[in-house]
């Protein structure tokens, strides 16, 4: 996934990464997570969280590289 992919994503799920500090964008990976993790119950959402976790490493890893 490129980083255009992973912040589609997130803004498509209702969060904006760009606006967001490390501690905010973890706490909003949570939230999603809460919300789509296939251990709360929701066993449809496995491949959404799966991208999920996939657009939080691919922001992540752009951010810090610098």
């Known amino acids: ?6 912040l589609t994503l997130f ?3 209702g ?5 967001l500090n490390d501690e905010e964008l973890q706490a909003e990976y ?3 997570a809460k919300r789509y993790h ?3 119950g929701n066993q449809s959402t496995n491949e959404l969280m799966a991208n999920i976790n996939v ?3 691919t922001i992540n890893a752009t951010y810090r590289s610098g």
């Open 55 to 57: 657009a939080r490493d």
């Open 1 to 6: 996934m490129n980083l255009n992919e992973a």
């Open 15 to 19: 969060v904006d990464p760009t606006q």
């Open 38 to 40: 296939p251990d709360a």
């Open 30 to 32: 949570f939230r999603l």
């Open 11 to 13: 803004r498509r799920l």
